[in-house]
Each structure stands twice: as structure tokens, then as C-alpha cells.
DNA sequence: CGATTCCTTGAGACAGCTCAATTTCGGTGG
DNA sequence: CCACCGAAATTGAGCTGTCTCAAGGAATCG
């Protein structure tokens, strides 16, 4: 149940080859020769999922591994309680699966409409072993996602609901700057992937603090709201004044 | 001043061989041929620290990177106003430093006295675009560590203060057992390497509110001190059993 | 055995949670 | 285009777990 993509429209991406992929300089493909994308190109596959649609439940077997090439997902931990931690956001190019794992760990959730460029498992490991490009460029998304995790745990573990709320626009404004190609800072609009009980998942909250916290901000004329999902950020640096500080301290050093 | 380790005593591992070498089966060598190990003890020296000492400030130059042959360390973040999170618990054979990275991203911070087996950063670099068994287990190891730092994120999240400390406990109960070669479960003494106040950067507690806590669980019978880091576990089921759930549950699965 | 560091315990304050209405948004069908 | 509906978000009031501030007590080291 939880492999069963499913088919929203005919992909033109399916077609259409490697080197036109939205994601090529990010992913795990990033560092690959012309004659090594061919061969992936053998191998690839691709996968929908709607919004709101469970792609792996934690414990499930995982037969495949994966690239985001549209969409937002999340990777969570569930307790028996229910209580719920977001452990991961995926946004596009970001890599699924464990190589030589066979379980997944995690909940991984579409929380909008999804694309996965996806590989069997066992075909990647093979991949991983004769493809160093691959390899290495693995290892440095890893060291990137840990690094991530561990200011994530920062925010988790010693800022206040406010700071926790600046620092997620932060970051989400950061990425969004990164992706289109453009310097974060002055003002922006970014488009909130998340619903506020999602936000709280994240950043360890409840969804009424979450809101109260965005309402404040939104009074202090620190951001602005267009709807429930658009966020204006008027002066970036000051956001980042209410963020306590950590790496974004760097944003604009 | 952060680089400079001190020479405590003369260290029989430096003349020593790698083949002799405690962490050998477990660090960034362990899959290494005697062919690699060959090369990789012309490039290796051994630091020394002394507990307490800062091996790198967050943002310092560091040169090399390592593995803990002895000794625990910690990762940390700190905020403007001295707020601190560990985010990482260096045992030995973890490694320290990052490939491609000239700064360091945290304090190191030895909690104990330290050996560490070091490789200056440049042939380090070298040593894994030649070395794919050095690669691979660095990526093995990384995707570890990926992992325990979304448990810990799980903790930090959406434990108790309670649960925090059951599960501190019980992680290190695990960890322990296998650096025995013994299977966890049933009666266990562990030592405490952390002091009340690192246990709390620890768990994004206060270290008043740990030291309640364990305080409570001492008063429940669920565990026995005998000084202050020493920690006995009559059952360590029953004790698992305050942890909330999330991975400890498959501890005996 | 004295000193220092670490730990424990207490009392009161407060941030964030829980429970409970409303309100707003965004889509859907008339 | 408008009225309606359900999902998501907001806001309020009271509670509780953890923090803060403060005082004393134990372990470890010279």
C-alpha cells in the first residue's frame, strides 16, 4: 500500500531525458559525467504522489531510493502516543532512502504533490560501488543533511517558540533565495509549505502556538500574511534579529 | 591556542601499529586492506587532550580531521547569550572534522582526557578520492550519525524532561552493552561521562531539572547511584519503558 | 582535611500546553 | 458571481511542567 504511487498524469520528465531534469546540479547526480547520466538514465524511474499522501510508513520495507524532483516531503518520527517530530524537510533534490537499508526509519509524507525520481535499491548500491562520483556526491549531501539536522537540534532544544518561529522563515527565506539563484536579505516573499500543525511538528511546538507566535510577529509588522501560506518579510535582517541567533547569524557576514 | 594539544604522556599507540589499534574494526579505517593501512599509518598522529580542554572553537581553521581512539568529546552549538546544545557525543571511533571543510561548524570540547588519531585535512581529502573503503565506511558512518541526530531531535522535540533522561540513559545503556560485545538488557552499570549540566546541553533541559529527574527515577527504584557518575539499572526494560517509546522500543524486538 | 566543584532540593515565576470557541480562507456547486 | 461548506487558523482562559533564583550538601582532588 504505502509503494503504490500513483499515476496523476503521464510525465513528460519520463520522457524527456536527464540532462533537462529541473535537478540535475543538485542531486545525487550533480557530479556525473555525460556517459555515467546515461546509464542512470537506464535505471531511472519516476513516481507520483498526491498531497497528503503517505509515500513509506516508518518500518515499512523500502525497495527503492530517490531524488524529490517536485514538491515538499517530510520525513517524521511517530510516538505510540501520537506525538509526532518532523526529522526531515525534503524540498526538490533532495535524496530518499538509506543505501543498505532495507527498512525505512521514517515516516515520509507528501505534503504537496510529488515527483520521485526513483532507482531500485539494490541496482543503487551497485551504482554506489562503481560510480564514485555518485559516491561522494552522496556523502556530501550526508554531511550537509547532518549539519542541517544538528542546528535544527539548536532550535529544538534551546530557543523559544518565538525564536524557533523566526528561525524556520529564515530558513525557509534562505532556501528560497538559494533555489531562484538570488542573495537572501531585504524583502521577500516565501510560500509556506507547511500547515501550521506541520510547522509545529517541526519545530517541536503546538499548532496554537505556532499561530500565536505568527500572529505577533505579524502585529510587530515584522511580516506580513497574503492568505494562510504567503509570508511577507518586509526587512529579512530583522527577522534574523529575533532568531537568537546560530548559524544565520552567517547570513549576511 | 585551540590546536594545541598537549602531550600528557609519551603514547605507546603512536609506535604501535594500526593493526593493534583498539578502534580498528570500528573507526574510518575499518574496512581498510593491510595495503591501506599501510598508507594510512605514514599519515596518521596521535593529539592528546585533557578533560575540559576546547580541542576547536566554532569557526576556527582546523586543519585536521580524526578519530577518538580514547576519551570522550562533545559537539556543541552556542548562542549569543550562552545558551548551549550539544549535538554531537564523540565515543571512540567516532570521528571528528569534516572533508572539504576549512572551519569548524561546533566546539569540540573534551569532557574527558582525549586521543585522538589525526590525519591533516589535505591528504585526508586525497586519501578518500583514492581510497573507496575509506569513503564508503565514512559515508556508513555519517548515515549513522544522520540518524542518531533525528533520534535525538525526536527527544529534544517532543519528550519530557522525564523521558529525556530515561532515554539518555538508555542510549548510553545500549551503547555500552555494545562496545562490550554484549547484548543490553537486564541488570547494567553504566558511567556517566557527562556531568548534570552537559547531560542538560545534552537534552535541553536545565541541569536542576536533571538532576530531579534522575532524582525521581532514583527515589522510583528504576535506578541506584553509587557516586555521582555512577549509575546502576536494576531492569532496564522497566526503564525503557519511561522513555516514551521511538527506536528504544525495538530494543529487544 | 580543606577546598573546590558538582550536585541536590526548595519556592515561586512564567512559557507553552490543553481545552474550547470562533473566524477566516479557499474551494465547489448552484 | 455568490452562497455555502469543510478544513485550517485564530484567539481566549486556565493549567502545568520546566525554568529561575537561591541555599545547602556531597563527592573528589590536592
Known amino acids: 500500500m ?19 531534469c529541473p535537478i540535475r546540479h543538485q542531486s545525487v547526480c550533480a557530479f556525473c559525467l ?33 531524488s524529490v524532483v517536485n514538491g515538499v516531503a517530510t520525513l517524521s518520527h511517530t510516538l505510540a502516543d501520537g506525538r509526532k517530530q ?5 524540498l526538490p533534490s533532495d535524496f530518499i532512502g538509506r543505501p543498505g537499508r532495507r527498512l525505512s526509519s521514517y515516516d515520509v509524507t ?25 559516491a561522494e556526491r552522496l556523502l556530501d549531501m550526508s554531511l550537509d543533511e547532518l549539519e542541517a539536522a544538528r542546528e535544527w537540534m539548536l532550535i529544538l532544544g534551546r530557543k523559544s517558540a518565538r525564536e524557533k518561529i523566526a528561525s524556520f522563515l529564515t530558513i525557509l527565506a534562505r532556501r528560497a533565495a538559494k533555489a531562484e539563484g538570488k542573495a537572501p536579505g531585504g524583502a521577500m516573499t516565501i510560500d509556506l509549505p507547511l500547515t501550521r ?57
Open 2 to 20: 504505502a509503494n503504490t504511487a500513483k499515476i496523476l498524469v503521464p510525465d513528460a520528465a519520463d520522457q524527456s531525458g536527464c540532462v533537462d
Open 86 to 90: 518532523m526529522v526531515g524537510l525534503l
Open 197 to 253: 500543525e506541520a510547522m509545529a511538528d517541526y519545530l517541536g511546538l503546538t499548532l496554537e502556538t505556532v499561530s500565536r507566535q505568527i500572529s505577533a510577529l505579524k502585529n510587530e509588522g515584522l511580516i506580513r500574511l497574503g492568505g494562510k501560506r504567503r509570508v511577507d518579510i518586509p526587512d529579512l535582517r530583522r527577522l534574523v534579529t529575533e532568531t537568537g541567533g546560530g548559524t544565520d547569524d552567517d547570513l549576511f557576514a
Open 34 to 66: 555525460p556517459d555515467e547520466l546515461d546509464t542512470l538514465e537506464q535505471l531511472k524511474y519516476h513516481r507520483h504522489y498526491e498531497a497528503g499522501q503517505t509515500i513509506i510508513w516508518a518500518g515499512d520495507e523500502m525497495n527503492f531510493v530517490g
Open 110 to 134: 507528501a505534503v504537496t504533490d510529488v515527483t520521485l525520481c526513483c532507482f531500485r535499491r539494490k541496482p543503487f548500491e551497485q551504482l554506489i560501488s562503481s560510480t564514485p562520483n555518485v
